[in-house]
């Protein structure tokens, strides 16, 4: 058979009597992760929902087998594992069964954790919450490797699809008075709009900018009511030759 089993297997032979017997020794050697691709798969799945890997053995044995599993950032736009504004959630999830049964694992600080797998059987799934944030990134990926004793780690590689559109401008407003898209001040003092976007970036996002006289005879007129010397908040930058404002990562207003 292909069982990795304690060895040997005796059986016993009684003729006239006398009682002889048998010894098998096993020759299967115990199960470890496949290497041929098929050992950790590669899930994709949107944000918000869970990545489910699936760990295979080379066969089976006649006694439980520990697999050492861990889950960490990815090489390609790695998603963020644990800790405040992780890209994943709780619990983390193990099944030995074809997922009809699940337990929770609390991986360490380094993302390590263990599964057994039942005398006989040859799967673990890890199954893995993603949160849906309201950030526009790339796709991010997860890792988990897998390997049984001093067996060289084996790594599938999870992919969060993102489901953010890029950021708008949604309002420029009265900070103390939001949703007009106006702003109302004496004089001599300067005028304060807030810029909202519909949802942050996680990487630098342009918008053009245009500051312009107003119209009619209560327009007040760029030069002589007011400057173009504009400063702004949260890292924001003005590029007068191209009209642009550089907005940086993780800013949703400013």
Do not use: C, H
């Not at 390609?76 to 049964?101: E, K, L, M, Y």
């Amino acid at each position: 058979d292909t069982t990795n089993e304690l060895s040997p297997e005796t059986f016993t032979l009684t003729v006239g009597g006398v009682v002889g017997t048998g010894n098998i020794t096993d020759d299967d050697g115990a199960p470890q992760v496949k290497t041929d691709g098929s050992g950790v798969s590669s899930p994709t799945e949107n944000e918000g929902t869970s990545l489910t890997y699936t760990v295979t053995l080379t066969g089976t044995s006649s006694s439980a087998t520990t697999v050492n599993l861990k889950l960490a950032s990815g090489t390609t736009n790695g998603a963020t594992f644990g800790g405040t504004g992780s890209d994943t959630d709780t619990p983390i999830q193990v099944s030995t069964d074809s997922g009809v049964t699940w337990t929770t694992v609390t991986p360490d600080a380094g993302g390590n954790f263990t599964a057994s797998i039942p005398a006989g059987g040859t799967t673990v799934q890890v199954r893995v919450p993603t949160v849906n944030d309201t950030t526009d990134e790339p796709n991010e990926t997860l890792d988990l490797t897998a390997a049984v004793g001093a067996q060289t780690p084996v790594k599938g590689i999870g992919t969060i699809t993102d489901n953010d559109n890029p950021p708008t401008v949604t309002s420029v407003d009265d900070p103390s008075t939001p949703a007009i898209n106006s702003v109302t001040v004496p004089e001599g003092t300067n005028a304060v709009f807030t810029v909202a976007l519909s949802n942050a970036s996680s990487s630098v996002t342009t918008y053009p900018l245009v500051l312009a006289s107003g119209s009619g005879a209560s327009g007040a007129t760029l030069g002589d009511d007011f400057t173009s010397a504009m400063v702004f908040s949260a890292g924001v930058t003005y590029d007068a030759g191209t009209g642009l404002v550089t907005v940086q990562p993780n800013i949703s207003s400013f």
